[in-house]
């Protein structure tokens, strides 16, 4: 990926909202105190909607009814530029009602703001017994238009195939998916889960099929086109709308950028650093070959020696990929002196076998070739869970290359490859902006991934410098939500104690301390975390600030009508708290930012350049990433830690001893 520079500016791109506009801003609306029992009373009554906002109760009517209601309430006047939120439920339950009385199947997303509707009368998609049902997925959301100074009602449109298996378990197994590690819901149904989607479609030989047609459907042209019919349609219906007091619906506003409302900033991206703090642009890997790795002289006059275990059936292929990932290694990282170990795997031998009969302390990492299907076997008997379990039981970690990748020869893979080598033995290929902060500045990240059933797990990131660097290195800790608030309080307090120590800070210097989240921000969990540990480190003038990093939210950014590609670093701020950042790319979504409206520390655009800065430091690959790492890499602790636990005697706590190598990328 080559770094370059760009405009402030960018130009030609269209949101998928429809901004509402209303025929009036003031409305009259009966309004009493809040009482849990007057709200139990209207909340499940079909003719009215009852709303809580800030200490009182509002109620509308759904539908024409003659139903009266209690003399308790009195009409109150609210104004849209300060009860917003009240005019946004009214138009969501009006819309949600217009898809029931037109008889669609509407159910709203769990812990979402997203609706969605079933649009029967469009074609599936059908693959077997899995299918791709189309789908209106629309949220209504308040924003904040700080050019103009006024509330906004936005509409987010869009449609998308929601993956189903309509045939039993039965008719899977008999197009020869194998569902022994299906992933399953709590009723021990199969889901359309990627997992599962993944071994049916290879099954049935549908891979491509499947591929062929999300591409086309999910096109940024298709989606683009498609949110334009849905303008056009939400606006010859908006009169069958059913909405209270003369509240009418003027027009659904298409939102072009830059508008009267919004505008488009770029953020640019951040300088890389390499050795002796030397920077150039171009592509990352020339620049690393040329300027030399930022931890060159980590590994300089050093010796190392790799072990590479294989089945023998591959043992011609692997000699050659050696060599070409000897020569990367010298060219691009500078390591002169490597020494690559292959051992084979003969029948009935196992990978364990020959890990036990070698020293793991004579290597510095690993690499364990495997293939494919290796990989989808069942946790308890995968030879790549043992084996990276048995290797890091002996402190030394791993990187799993399957023969389908090696036999690819791809330039661009085989270059991550040698990064993830590189950054497994405990380099740095770059670092990044090394401009000063008048406030020591941390910040930590908090990601997760799912178990088996779909509920979360909970992992911690590392604690990071502002400019990327690794302050403090334990591995994840997993957690379910009831011991969430506990743990993330315990680990904070471990973690800032060592991460102050390390960067000399003393008796009332000013800290920062900025939290990546992967969910919305909560009083039960983070900000009482937080809170009890600021109570931990009074003798420090501590500001902290909670931003919540996500793509699961109903945003979309398209240029020139979906025929161009969105410029990485894109920003578009939509309300005080809230602004999206595309990261360049095909897709057409962006990232979104939330800011905890609690949070001390509030300049949003400083927030969010860097998180595009933190999708630069990914040693995954030479491609800057579409997640910063203080979310990616607690994620992928979290799912590696999840899955090595389910094999037989593995040591959890040698994971202390590895906090000085990215093991888990």
């Known amino acids: 990926m080559k770094a370059n520079t760009s405009s402030p500016k960018t130009q030609g791109l269209t949101l998928n909202f429809l901004e509402v506009v209303f025929n009036k801003e003031l409305l009259y609306l009966p309004k009493a105190v809040y009482s849990d029992e007057l709200y139990d009373e209207y909340k499940h009554n079909p003719d009215f909607f009852i709303y809580k906002f800030n200490d009182d109760l509002y109620v509308w009517k759904l539908n024409p009814t003659d139903q009266s209601l209690s003399g308790i309430f009195e009409e109150a006047l609210i104004s849209f530029n300060e009860h917003s939120p009240i005019f946004t439920k009214i138009l969501e339950r009006a819309i949600v009602r217009y898809f029931s ?42 924003l904040y238009s700080k050019r103009e100074k006024k509330q906004v009602i936005a509409l987010t449109v869009r ?65 683009f086109d498609y949110f334009k019919a849905c303008e056009k349609r939400f606006n010859q219906v908006s009169a069958e709308f059913y909405l209270p007091k003369g509240l009418e619906i003027s027009k659904f506003l298409l939102v072009n950028l830059p508008s009267a409302s919004f505008e488009t900033i770029k953020i640019p991206k951040p300088r890389y650093f390499y050795y002796n703090e030397r920077a150039k642009t171009g592509y990352y890997d020339k620049m690393v070959s040329e300027l030399k790795p930022y931890s060159f002289d980590l590994f ?16 011609g292929s692997v000699g050659e990929y050696v060599m070409m990932l000897k020569a990367k290694l010298r060219t691009i990282f500078h390591l002169h002196d490597v020494e690559f170990r292959v051992e084979t795997v003969k029948p009935p031998e196992t990978y364990l076998d020959v890990i036990n009969r070698i020293d793991a302390y004579d290597y510095q990492l690993a690499i364990i070739l495997l293939s494919q299907k290796d990989k989808d076997i069942p946790t308890q008997k995968s030879p790549y869970y043992l084996t990276k379990a048995k290797l890091l039981n002996q402190r030394l970690p791993s990187q799993d290359l ?27 290929a770059w670092t990044i902006e090394k401009s000063e902060k008048n ?45 969430y608030a506990e743990n993330l309080e315990t680990y904070l307090i471990d973690v800032l104690t060592r991460a102050f120590n390390k960067k000399g800070l003393s008796q009332g210097d000013r800290v920062r301390l900025l939290f990546h989240l992967f969910k919305e921000s909560s009083e039960k969990y983070e900000l009482k975390a937080v809170n009890n540990v600021l109570q931990q480190f009074k003798e420090y003038d501590i500001q902290y600030g909670l931003a919540h990093l996500s793509y699961n939210h109903n945003f979309r950014v398209f240029k020139n009508e979906g025929r161009s590609v969105p410029e990485r670093g894109t920003f578009i701020q939509l309300s005080h708290n809230q602004a999206l950042l595309h990261l360049g790319g095909r897709s057409v979504v962006p990232i979104q930012v939330r800011l905890d409206r609690r949070s001390e520390y509030r300049d949003l655009y400083e927030i969010t350049k860097q998180v595009l800065h933190f999708t630069h430091l990914s040693f995954r690959s030479f491609i800057p990433a579409s997640k910063p790492v203080t979310i990616k890499y607690p ?31």
Not at 127 to 133: A, I, K, S
Request: hydrophobic fraction near 35%; proline fraction near 2%.
């Open 439 to 483: 406030v020591s500045e941390l910040i930590i990240g908090v990601g997760s991934t799912s178990d088996d059933s779909g509920a979360w797990i909970l992992g911690f990131a590392n604690v990071f410098d502002y400019n990327g660097t690794y302050l403090v290195g334990d591995c994840s800790q997993l957690s379910t939500f009831d011991e």
């Open 300 to 315: 300089n006059n050093q010796r190392l020696a790799i072990l590479v275990v294989s089945p023998d059936e591959y043992e």
């Open 101 to 142: 009385n037109e008889s669609y199947e509407i159910f709203k997303r769990r812990h979402s703001s997203i609706w969605e509707v079933e649009l029967n009368q469009e074609k599936e998609g059908e693959f077997g017994v899995l299918v791709l049902r189309p789908t209106l997925a629309f949220s209504l959301r308040n």
């Open 402 to 428: 399957t023969i389908e990748k090696l036999r690819k020869n791809d330039n661009i893979i085989n270059n991550d490859v040698a990064l993830n080598v590189y950054s497994k033995i405990g380099g740095t």
């Open 635 to 665: 994620n992928l602790m979290a799912q590696m830690v999840h899955e090595l636990k389910k094999v037989p005697d593995w040591d959890y706590s040698i994971l202390d001893k590895l906090n000085d190598k990215l093991w888990f990328i």
């Open 159 to 223: 449609r998308r195939g929601k993956p189903i298996f309509v045939g039993s378990e039965a008719e899977i197994k008999g197009h020869l998916a194998d569902t022994r590690g299906f992933t399953r819901n709590n009723n021990g149904e199969i889901v359309a889960s990627s997992h599962n989607r993944y071994i049916y479609l290879e099954a049935t030989g549908q891979q491509q099929a499947y591929k062929n047609y999300l591409n086309r459907i999910e096109s940024a042209r298709n989606e």
